[in-house]
Structure formats: C-alpha cells, structure tokens
C-alpha cells in the first residue's frame, strides 16, 4: 500500500520478478489491484497484493471495498515515497489504512518502507531520515509496532528489509535457525546462511563466533548471485554453485533444500573444500 509513484510495484518486480532496478521506470500505474501468488520456502505461498496507489482506487480500498482489502491481512507493507510533496497525505492514508486494519486484521504485521533513499547521498542524512519517519510512525500507529526500514530499489537495503518481512512470516524459523547454528558449529564454519531459491532473499544466517551474522554483507553477496544467475540464465547455461578461494576463505553457494540455497563460508586453511562440500551434501537430507 502507498501512494502512486511511491514504489510498490518495482520493489515487487525486482524481488519476484527478475527486473532490474533500470526496467522499472517502463512500469505503467497499476490498475486497481495486481494480485500475485508466490511459491516460497517449499509450501509456503504468499498472496501478495498490490494496491495501485492512484486517488480513485484508494477512495474504493477505503470505502466499498475496505472488508475485502483489508480482512485477512497477514503483513501491511506500507510504502512512504521520500520525495512526496505532501508527506501529511501519505500519513493520513496510512492512518486510514491503519483504522481498517485494527478493525478487519488486528493481528497484522506492519512494516512501513521510507523508499527511494538513494535520493540522499549522506549516510547520516539517510539514518536521520528513518529516525524522524520512525518516531512519527510509531507515535501514531497505536496496537501495531511498525518495523520501519530506509529502501532503495539501487542498492541492498531493498533485500535486506524484504529479509526482515519474510524472517518473520515462515512459521518454523527458530527451528531452522536451530539447526543452522548447529551445522554451522559441528561443520567448524564461520558463517552459514540461507537463501530462499527463487529470490535469493536472506532467510536465516548464523556465525560461529560471538559476532553478530552481518545481513548487509549476505545481501551484497545475495544480489550478486542473483545478477550472476540471471546472466547464466541469459546465456542459457544454468547456473548451479559458486565456491571461491582465497588464502584467508572458502566460500560455498550450492543448492541445499528444494526451496533453498547454502552458503558456506569457512575461514580455517586447515578445512579442505571437499570436505565442506561433503558436509553440506551430508546434511541436505537432514534439512529437506
Ligand atoms: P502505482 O502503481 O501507481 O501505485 O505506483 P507504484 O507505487 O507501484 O510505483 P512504481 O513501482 O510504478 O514506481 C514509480 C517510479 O519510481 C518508477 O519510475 C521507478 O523506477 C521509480 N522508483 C521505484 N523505486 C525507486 C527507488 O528506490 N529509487 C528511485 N530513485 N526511484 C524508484
């Protein structure tokens, strides 16, 4: 949800679609509402609309058809253009969307994404920015704890919140993260993440030291695979796993589960690739 202009559809069409942030300035309005349906993680499918932003559909998403829009929702994503012209409209659109959603869906996740951050260059400028939409949104969000993110179709902030949204919508993660953290300890790996297969959206990492997993090196690691299959794609050869070697790492991507992908970083020389490699191929049948 958003306001014309705001996003909505090329952040939909970069992480489901293949696009590129470039294609998208070809995208026309969406008409009313663009329904699509996602299969993740295996089973899992996500229903996502997008509510064309235009004055006329809006007046229908809030008024005859606020029950059909509005009932079911599991996730709001809200969509802040950084470069709107009238920011009070955007929060009174988000208030009403908010009003409808404690009436129809009050057990919502929202999230709400300030977009287009590439528009500030200043990295303290950008994090000022989010701090002063984050404080404005929570003070009216009431019941709803908005998870606030700064995104940019440009660069990895785009990926890395999407991660966020989808972190919390599989329903088995702390499972998943369970038995990540022990392959990561019993394997002696660095780091080991998880990415869903058809996106390569971050789903799970963990690090085997005290360090917290750093989701903005796994995204930038994340768009380059995926820039790299596309290409593979394009040339039709498929693509399959990457491993890189260096003296002071190996880095695995192979394909995990039928829904996942695994990378695998290890940062002893004493571990022979082959063997990490055998250690992934031994525990796919423990995560499929
Ligand atoms: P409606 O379908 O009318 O509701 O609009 P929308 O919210 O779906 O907007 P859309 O995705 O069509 O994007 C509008 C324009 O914004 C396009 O020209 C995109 O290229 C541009 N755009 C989208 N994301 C970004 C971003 O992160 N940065 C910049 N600079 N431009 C963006």
Same mark, same amino acid.
């Given at each position: 949800m958003g306001r014309s202009g705001a996003g909505k559809t090329s952040m939909r069409s970069l992480i489901f679609? $293949?696009?590129?942030?470039?294609?998208?300035?070809r995208l026309g309005a969406t008409i009313d509402v663009e329904h699509s349906t996602v299969q993740f993680m295996g089973d899992l499918g996500l229903n996502i609309w997008d509510c064309g932003g235009q004055h006329k559909y809006l007046d229908n998403y809030l008024n005859e058809q606020k029950e059909s829009i509005f009932? $079911? /929702?599991?996730v709001l994503i809200f969509v802040f253009d950084l470069?709107?012209? $009238?920011k009070d409209r955007e929060y009174t659109l988000y208030d009403e969307c908010l009003l409808n959603l404690a009436q129809y869906s009050r057990d919502a996740k929202v999230y709400c994404l300030v977009h287009?951050?590439?528009?500030?260059?200043d990295s303290d400028q950008k994090a000022a920015m989010v701090e002063t939409y984050k404080k404005a949104l929570n003070k009216r969000s009431d019941m709803f704890q908005p998870g606030v993110y700064g995104t940019s179709i440009w660069d990895h902030t785009l990926y890395q919140a999407w991660s966020q949204i989808v972190y919390a919508l599989v329903p088995n993660m702390a499972t998943i993260k369970r038995h990540l953290s022990n392959f990561c300890r019993l394997t002696d790996a660095a780091e080991v993440v998880l990415f869903e297969?058809?996106?390569?959206? /971050?789903v799970c990492c963990t690090s085997g030291d005290e360090d917290e997993p750093q989701l903005e090196k796994y995204m930038t690691i994340s768009q380059g695979i995926k820039h790299y299959r596309n290409t593979c794609t394009e040339q039709t050869s498929p693509f399959r796993s990457v491993h890189i070697r260096t003296r002071a790492y190996s880095l695995f991507v192979e394909p995990f589960t039928k829904s996942t992908y695994i990378l695998v970083i290890t940062a002893?020389?004493?571990?022979?690739p082959a063997v990490t490699k055998a250690n992934i191929d031994a525990a796919r049948s423990h995560f499929a």
């Open positions: 679609a $293949n696009y590129s942030a470039s294609d998208t300035r009932g $079911n /929702v599991e470069e709107t012209t $009238n287009k951050m590439d528009k500030i260059l297969r058809a996106t390569f959206l /971050v002893d020389p004493e571990i022979e």
